[in-house]
């Protein structure tokens, strides 16, 4: 985009007009983008985690974490460690984590937390006797803020699920994202919302970071469902840019079960030239979303989308989507009906062609790792494998 139109772009936003040039035509709210944000795309936890203990260890005045699962394990227990130092070192620690997803971290784990000075609070209880309790809604969010001078968000949990196999752990695939500039504090106003919500102890929001003067991308715009009227933002912006993209959709999803409005946009998609892949996990640990999935792949060959699925010695668990190598994002949002209606989520969207061109080559070299799936081997399936795919498709909005 050139200088004269990236002004006329500010002009309008000033006048809150829609922008219906360039790769702006890819956000339904152009005015919501940060400019002067560095974004940084992190691979699984072999990259993720060092980078994030390291700015909790460079943290000076304040430390946020969002987090559905976190476990007691040797990932776990790092983290836990890096909180309590800083804690302990007069750092504001809040920390806030899902009763579900970290339904087996103990008591005496969180206990050790709070002894060194961190506020930890346990989002939604699954117990009817305690306040906020809940079975269905469920913070899936995976947010850490540092100083609000970086913040992480993504699809890794704290977990050796992603840690590598020689480091004794899971090697799951997924991808997490640093960010330094204005956007650091939208994943903190996110943090805050829930934090509040759940009758955590009241604080002011820091004001927004000064703009990143490096290399940054073209702009970047955080969104995140803490309240109702949010839950249909992160759908449309994936509709939009669907519904104008000209060339490619590039998506890795690990539980992959869009509404019906999503399934034509991609066949619309198609019908219009556009090549349209699907990155799924091949073995998934929740088996039943799997299924569900899986009935569905039919309908979306025959609709010119390709599905392809990783190999099945590792779990993918990314949550990513790449469109006209200008549209990209990256974040904890499923493309089901859980992450439409019942979890907290958040996502990052950007807009950036050389970060879009970045993660397209990546997935190249990803998608030649994956078989494609066919009509053929779909019709294969045995009976009881159909079945159980129509089973658990009618279950899916719980799921």
Same mark, same amino acid.
Request: with cysteine; glycine share 6%; proline share 6%.
């Given at each position: 985009?050139?200088?004269?139109?990236?002004?006329?772009?500010?002009?309008?936003?000033?006048?809150?007009?829609?922008?219906?040039?360039?790769?702006?035509?890819?956000?339904?709210?152009?005015?919501?983008?940060?400019?002067?944000?560095?974004?940084?795309?992190?691979?699984?936890?072999?990259? %993720?985690?060092?980078?994030?203990?390291?700015?909790?260890?460079?943290?000076?005045?304040?430390?946020?974490?969002?987090?559905?699962?976190?476990?007691?394990?040797?990932?776990?227990?790092?983290?836990?460690?890096?909180?309590?130092?800083?804690?302990?070192?007069?750092?504001?620690?809040?920390?806030?984590?899902?009763?579900?997803?970290?339904?087996?971290?103990?008591?005496?784990?969180?206990?050790?937390?709070?002894? %060194?000075?961190?506020?930890?609070?346990?989002? $939604?209880?699954?117990?009817?006797?305690?306040?906020?309790?809940?079975?269905?809604?469920?913070?899936?969010?995976?947010?850490?803020?540092?100083?609000?001078?970086?913040?992480?968000?993504?699809?890794?949990?704290?977990?050796?699920?992603?840690?590598?196999? @020689?480091?004794?752990?899971?090697?799951?695939?997924? *991808?997490?994202?640093?960010?330094?500039?204005?956007?650091?504090?939208?994943?903190?106003?996110?943090?805050?919302?829930? *934090?509040?919500?759940?009758?955590?102890?009241?604080? &002011?929001?820091?004001?927004?970071?000064?703009?990143?003067?490096?290399?940054?991308?073209?702009?970047?715009?955080?969104?995140?469902?803490?309240?109702?009227?949010?839950?249909?933002?992160?759908?449309?912006?994936?509709?939009?840019?669907?519904?104008?993209?000209?060339?490619? =959709?590039?998506?890795?999803?690990?539980?992959?079960?869009?509404?019906?409005?999503?399934?034509?946009?991609?066949? &619309? %998609?198609?019908?219009?030239?556009?090549?349209?892949?699907?990155?799924?996990?091949?073995?998934?640990?929740? %088996?039943?979303?799997?299924?569900?999935?899986? $009935?569905?792949?039919?309908?979306?060959?025959?609709?010119? =989308?390709?599905?392809?699925? *990783?190999?099945?010695?590792?779990?993918? $668990?990314?949550?990513?989507?790449?469109?006209?190598?200008? *549209?990209?994002?990256?974040?904890?949002?499923?493309?089901?009906?859980?992450?439409?209606?019942?979890?907290?989520?958040?996502?990052?969207?950007?807009?950036?062609?050389?970060?879009?061109?970045?993660?397209?080559?990546?997935? @190249?070299?990803?998608?030649?790792?994956?078989?494609?799936?066919?009509?053929?081997?779909?019709?294969?399936?045995?009976?009881?494998?159909?079945?159980?795919?129509?089973?658990?498709?009618?279950?899916?909005?719980?799921?």
């Amino acid at each position: 985009m050139s200088k004269p139109l990236f002004r006329g772009f500010l002009e309008r936003v000033r006048r809150r007009e829609r922008v219906g040039r360039g790769p702006w035509k890819y956000v339904p709210h152009p005015q919501r983008m940060r400019r002067h944000t560095r974004v940084f795309p992190l691979r699984s936890g072999s990259e %993720a985690f060092p980078a994030m203990l390291d700015a909790i260890a460079k943290a000076r005045v304040s430390v946020l974490l969002e987090m559905y699962i976190w476990n007691d394990d040797v990932t776990g227990n790092r983290f836990r460690e890096a909180f309590i130092d800083r804690a302990k070192n007069g750092c504001t620690v809040r920390i806030l984590y899902d009763a579900v997803g970290s339904f087996s971290l103990p008591e005496s784990f969180v206990d050790t937390l709070r002894d %060194a000075g961190a506020e930890v609070i346990l989002y $939604h209880p699954v117990a009817p006797w305690r306040p906020r309790w809940s079975i269905n809604r469920r913070d899936h969010k995976k947010i850490l803020v540092v100083d609000n001078r970086v913040g992480f968000t993504g699809g890794i949990n704290l977990s050796d699920d992603n840690l590598p196999i @020689e480091e004794g752990g899971k090697a799951w695939f997924d *991808w997490h994202v640093g960010v330094e500039g204005p956007a650091v504090y939208d994943l903190a106003a996110s943090f805050r919302h829930t *934090w509040l919500h759940e009758g955590g102890t009241p604080y &002011a929001l820091p004001e927004v970071p000064p703009p990143f003067l490096g290399r940054n991308v073209l702009a970047v715009q955080v969104i995140s469902s803490v309240r109702l009227q949010d839950r249909w933002r992160m759908h449309r912006s994936y509709l939009w840019a669907i519904r104008h993209a000209h060339h490619d =959709i590039s998506i890795m999803n690990s539980y992959f079960l869009p509404e019906l409005g999503l399934r034509r946009a991609f066949r &619309a %998609a198609v019908q219009r030239g556009v090549s349209v892949r699907v990155i799924l996990p091949q073995t998934s640990d929740v %088996a039943a979303v799997a299924h569900a999935s899986r $009935h569905i792949h039919k309908r979306l060959i025959q609709n010119g =989308i390709r599905v392809f699925e *990783w190999p099945p010695e590792r779990m993918m $668990h990314a949550k990513l989507g790449i469109i006209d190598d200008v *549209w990209s994002t990256i974040g904890s949002y499923n493309l089901d009906r859980r992450s439409l209606y019942l979890n907290l989520e958040v996502m990052l969207v950007t807009l950036d062609e050389q970060l879009g061109h970045e993660l397209r080559e990546q997935f @190249e070299k990803d998608i030649a790792r994956c078989t494609e799936v066919t009509i053929a081997k779909l019709d294969a399936r045995g009976p009881w494998q159909k079945f159980l795919d129509w089973f658990w498709y009618q279950l899916r909005s719980q799921l």
